[in-house]
Nanobody, 122 residues
Framework: QVRLTNSGGGSVQAGGSLKLSCVASIATDNTACMAWFRQAPGKQREGLALITPGTGGTAYLDSVKGRFTTSQDNAKNTVYLQMNGLRPEDTAMYYC???????????????WGRGTQVTVSS
């Protein structure tokens, strides 16, 4: 059973930065797709960024493009989400997920980290 461990959340002021990590229990370059999602209270889980560790290909939700960057370190079986220019509306629980194919839909992912809270104050 593949396990994902999220970390790196915290509380920052608007305009600040955080870097989230997601460590996989298997070699990430053998994972077809890893994704970052977030879920704010009362809202649906939304996909933010996708990364294919084998190729390094990435894709982003329009609202985070230019502010968030996902990257990988296959030697550490880890993917990252660097978040800059954080806004109060970015406050949410952030999750990483993995599966055999990339998708923007949370229901298509069967492997999830437990999440890490990000809180942005104005």
């Amino acid at each position: 059973q593949v396990r994902l461990t999220n970390s790196g959340g915290g509380s920052v002021q608007a305009g600040g930065s955080l870097k989230l990590s997601c460590v996989a229990s298997i070699a990430t370059d053998n994972t077809a797709c890893m994704a970052w999602f977030r879920q704010a209270p009362g809202k649906q889980r939304e996909g933010l960024a996708l990364i294919t560790p084998g190729t390094g290909g990435t894709a982003y939700l329009d609202s985070v493009k230019g502010r968030f960057t996902t990257s990988q370190d296959n030697a550490k079986n880890t993917v990252y989400l660097q978040m800059n220019g954080l806004r109060p509306e970015d406050t949410a629980m952030y999750y990483c997920a993995a599966d055999r194919a990339c998708s923007w839909r949370a229901r298509d992912y069967h492997i999830w980290g437990r999440g890490t809270q990000v809180t942005v104050s104005s």
